[in-house]
């Protein structure tokens, strides 16, 4: 958008390779462009946010992401992460079950 670019070479007497600011020619560090350009950037850049009340209220946080696998036998209990069993059993509801493993981090589920 011309908001930035990558510079490399003398700024004030000492050598920088970095962004700097299309206008002022400062650099300016990865952590303040969204702060700096963010706002300009959504307004013209045809980014929407999603508005719940808009789409049967929708929520982002029930979205699925989708794998395909191939079961060729009864599924048998498995071990994951925390936030994988939770995905598995979002869209299955009280048809599987979900235990943490004692402290591991990981949990079973049962189908």
């Given at each position: 958008m011309g908001l930035i670019k990558h510079f490399k070479g003398p700024i004030k007497g000492n050598q920088?390779?970095?962004?700097?600011?299309?206008?002022?020619?400062?650099?300016?560090?990865?952590?303040?462009?969204?702060?700096?350009?963010?706002?300009?950037?959504?307004?013209?850049?045809?980014?929407?946010?999603?508005?719940?009340?808009?789409?049967?209220?929708?929520?982002?946080k029930k979205k699925e992401l989708l794998q395909e696998v191939a079961i060729e036998h009864d599924l048998d209990q498995f071990e994951v992460s925390k936030e994988t069993?939770?995905?598995?059993?979002?869209?299955?509801?009280?048809?599987v079950e979900i235990f943490e493993i004692a402290d591991s981090g990981e949990y079973t589920v049962c189908v």
């Amino acid at each position: 958008m011309g908001l930035i670019k990558h510079f490399k070479g003398p700024i004030k007497g000492n050598q920088y390779a970095g962004w700097v600011d299309v206008k002022t020619g400062e650099p300016v560090e990865d952590k303040d462009i969204k702060p700096g350009c963010g706002e300009y950037i959504l307004e013209h850049s045809g980014i929407r946010f999603i508005e719940s009340d808009m789409f049967n209220s929708y929520d982002p946080k029930k979205k699925e992401l989708l794998q395909e696998v191939a079961i060729e036998h009864d599924l048998d209990q498995f071990e994951v992460s925390k936030e994988t069993a939770e995905e598995f059993k979002r869209p299955h509801g009280d048809k599987v079950e979900i235990f943490e493993i004692a402290d591991s981090g990981e949990y079973t589920v049962c189908v």
